[in-house]
């Protein structure tokens, strides 16, 4: 199964923009979602998760300025970033998982569906 992101691109520091991460075919409102990062010469970093219940849950360095949401009808999982910052700048990827444990959310091992990734660009 492959999840498809899209919506990354440029942007300058304190711009907006709107990831989307849809899997067609597939029912994913029971699974957990969630959005990692990979910087150049990074390791992959968790950004933000969904779960079912539709709690979230963000990594400190974007909680306030970035925003997870859901879409269960359309199958889609949205992250909205704002204030962006050069140190934003990564390949995002999409995630999901339905067996992920709460206390997890934060290790991308704990997931097995991925979609392709998504390039943004901040420049200050």
């Known amino acids: 199964v492959q999840l498809q992101a899209s919506g990354g691109g440029l942007a300058q520091a304190g711009d907006s923009l709107s990831l989307s991460c849809a899997a067609p075919?597939?029912?994913?409102?029971?699974?957990?979602m969630a959005w990692f990062r990979q910087a150049p010469e990074k390791e992959r970093e968790f950004v933000a998760a969904i779960n079912r219940g539709r709690s979230t849950f963000y990594s400190d360095s974007v909680k306030g300025r970035f925003t997870i949401s859901r879409d269960n009808a359309k199958n889609t999982v949205y992250l909205r970033m704002n204030a962006l910052k050069p140190e934003d700048t990564a390949v995002y990827y999409c995630a999901a998982s339905s067996s992920v444990i709460m206390s997890q959310y934060r290790n991308s091992d704990m997931y097995y569906y991925w979609g392709q990734g998504t390039l943004v660009t901040v420049s200050s």
């Open positions: 075919g597939r029912t994913f409102g029971s699974y957990v």
